[in-house]
Every structure is written in structure tokens, then in C-alpha cells.
């Protein structure tokens, strides 16, 4: 039964031979011309420590980037959250922000949404792709092929469960700036405010309501995702 978490290998033999084609004339047999299939160098073995840190830096490119493109709406909508009364609406809310800190304003927050959402990027990729790989060797070929929802599901699970550990401080950091006014303008002036205010739990006591938020939807987005990409492919 064929499943995508394991990676046949090749006898040693056969291996070696297939490595010596290119070494034989192209025209053994009169009509038949036998080519060794080119290899791109830069391509990488499954499941070996290059594929994993180009899994890692796929997830900061595309978590990173975009969650730090859109740091103006993030920023609205935790305001709306925070203070209804003032910021009305999404509209609204962009007005009076722009009405009382100029267009700015609306990047408050950047900083620690770039470096926060990278490191979280970095470990849901990476690591969904080693536990993916990990529970797949645990349950063996034939039962990680039968159950592989399940097994999209846990890796997710477990992949977030970490990557949320390294968002958090820095998703706290942006939220106190965000949200709370005159506390500070970037990192560098929320930082020791909230170590000096609250100790180092400022930054972990939303850590729980993070996953409870993240676990689930990336439980949901990696499975729905494999799954959708068999279909396609069927």
C-alpha cells in the first residue's frame, strides 16, 4: 500500500547502478537512446534536517509576513475589542486611530507581530512536518496510510502546541501596546515596563487562551489542506 510518509530506499546495488548510467554510451541498443535522470542540486532528502529547516522557513516567510502586512487590521480589531465604546466599527475604528495618532499609529505593534509570528511560523511548519513524520514511524506504513487524518490532526496539534510558547511573549507585547494607551510606543519601552509591572508572567498568562485559539485551527487548516491535496491529486 503506497503512503506518503514513507520513503522507499533503494537497494545499495541498485543504487550504484542507477549512479553509473550516465558513465555508458546513449546508444546501447540501435533506436533507443537511455538518459540518467537529471538530479537538482538543490533539492533535499526527505525528513533529513535540510528539509526540515526549509519547512521552518517557509512557515516565517508566509506567517511572518503576512500577519506583519496586516498589522493595521489587527491592530483595529483589538482595539474594538478592548474599547467599543470608542472604536465603533472597523471603519470607525481606522478614523479615529488615524484622527488621533496620524497613519503611524496604525503600525504600532510591528515589531513584535513580525518577530512573533516568524518564530511561530518557523515551529508550526517545521514541526508539523517532524511529528507528521514522527507518529507516521510509531504507527508503521500500513496503519499511518488507514489513519492519516488522525495523524494530520495530532501533528498540528503538537506542532502549535510549541510554536504558540514562542509567540506568546512577543504577542503580549503586542497587545500591551496596542491596545493599552501612553504605555509605550515600541518593544524597547513596553519590555521593561511589563517585567517591572508584572514580572516574566506578563508574558506567558495569555498562553492558554492562545491555544485554545491556535490549536484548533491548525488542526483544521493542515488536515482540511492534505486532504484537499489528495483529492486534487487523485
Request: overall charge positive.
Amino acid at each position: 500500500m503506497y503512503s506518503p510518509f514513507h520513503q522507499l530506499r533503494k537497494p545499495a546495488n541498485q543504487q550504484n547502478a542507477l549512479e553509473n548510467v550516465s558513465q555508458f554510451p546513449a546508444h546501447l541498443v540501435p533506436g533507443r537512446t537511455i538518459a540518467a535522470a537529471a538530479v537538482n542540486e538543490d533539492s533535499c532528502e526527505f525528513g533529513s534536517p535540510k528539509y526540515f529547516a526549509l519547512c521552518g522557513l517557509g512557515g516565517i516567510i508566509s506567517c511572518g509576513l503576512t500577519h506583519t502586512l496586516v498589522t493595521p487590521l489587527d491592530l483595529v480589531k483589538c482595539r474594538l475589542q478592548v474599547n467599543p465604546a470608542k472604536y465603533k466599527n472597523l471603519i470607525n475604528g481606522f478614523k479615529v486611530t488615524m484622527a488621533d495618532e496620524g497613519a503611524r499609529g496604525l503600525a504600532k505593534g510591528w515589531a513584535p507581530t513580525a518577530m512573533g509570528y516568524s518564530i511561530q511560523g518557523l515551529g508550526k511548519f517545521g514541526l508539523y512536518e517532524y511529528f507528521k513524520i514522527l507518529y507516521a514511524d510509531l504507527l508503521g506504513e500500513e496503519n499511518a496510510y488507514y489513519w492519516r487524518t488522525s495523524l494530520y490532526l495530532a501533528a498540528s496539534a503538537s506542532a502549535e502546541l510549541f510554536a504558540d510558547i514562542g509567540l506568546v511573549p512577543l504577542e503580549s507585547i503586542k497587545v500591551k501596546i496596542q491596545t493599552t494607551p501612553g504605555f509605550a510606543n515600541n518593544m524597547r519601552e513596553a519590555v521593561p515596563k511589563m517585567l517591572k509591572q508584572e514580572g516574566i508572567s506578563a508574558f506567558f498568562k495569555s498562553l492558554v487562551p492562545l491555544w485554545m485559539r491556535q490549536i484548533p485551527y491548525t488542526m483544521m487548516k493542515f488536515a482540511c489542506f492534505e486532504r484537499t491535496v489528495e483529492l486534487i491529486y487523485a
